[in-house]
């Protein structure tokens, strides 16, 4: 199986509403720049995937309404609705299969165009769960109550990796929300959804993102070092909640193993240098992790503040400030790997990382987390 790599990488700036720009504005900026970044033309560009939803885009086959701003005329198109992470796969998947050299995958989102609750109170069973009113922010505070159960956690242990995460991204450009808080100003934000407050919540945010991959034949001849994907696991839960211990996420336990497996990794926690995860709500960050099998804290005994701030400090962990500071919905899973590729090159700019060698980026789908894609990248 030939060897992949990321050639090119673009993201926009997210913000809260961006109204001078439309789907299609958004996915031309990222394509041209991916493939500046790149030093690509399109036409050396072999098929494309797209990652859009209909119900954020509010029209049916979104897909075809930025089809021509991402060069994809008379070539190969398919389209994934889920996170960008899974579209990369995707596209990966096209190049080791042979029957292609190179890829494209552009994601975009202006969830401010949406209603929230409504758009993700559709992805439960239309009999059961639509009913009660379950939407994204209130399934996930089911699952923190879950996990503070079990592990024995407060919100303050919660509190602190939203102020890592704002903290970081003051450091980034292309962030929403760089803020410097306290576990205080945490802890007094606006409730949400108990035990869920505003600033344990990411934000409704717009934009896009896009990277290139190429087989090994291919980067000889392109600008970019290239970031070599080293492996990779994804796998899915049951769609109800009931039907999956919510604050145990297995999903995300097979697909790390699957990656860690790939990538020839045996200790992932000394292996690899830093993580871009997935962190839709301030608890996830620590529950991801422990699916993953890094967490400090995670084997045995009670979550703690200690072990949280361990975590973040010792684990480098979102140094980009993570999905807390940005939440574009399908495109965050594909910056979670535009950042570690970043970071690999050594262009992460003000939050660049001293020891930046393999880096693991996490993206999910689905409500509380319910499948997952876990990528393992390195600079060889």
Partial sequence: MKRVAVVGVAQTRFERRIVDRNYADLIYEVTTGALEDAGMTIDQIDNVITISNDFWDGRTISSMAITDACGAYGKNVSTVEGDGTFGMLYGAMRIWSGSFGTTLVVAHSKSSEGSLPLITNA???????R???????????????AYMDRRGANPEDWALVSVKNHGNARYNPYAQLPMDLTVEQVMASRPIADPLKLYDCSPVSDGAGAIILAGEDWVSDLRQKPVWLKGVGYAAEPHYLGDRDLSNPQALTQAAKGAYEMAG??????????????DAFSYMEPLWLEGLGVCPAGEGGKLTSEGVTKMGGRLSVNPSGGVLSAHAVLVAGLVRVI???LQIRKTAGAHQLDRARIGLAHGINGPCGQSHCVWIMGEN
């Fill in 131 to 145: 009913p009660l009113g379950l939407d994204a922010i209130s399934s996930a505070a089911l699952q923190a109550r």
């Fill in 339 to 341: 950042e570690v590729v």
């Fill in 123 to 129: 992805m439960f069973d239309p009999i059961y769960y």
């Fill in 265 to 278: 990794l045996t200790d992932p926690k000394t292996q690899i240098d830093f993580f871009e995860i997935y």
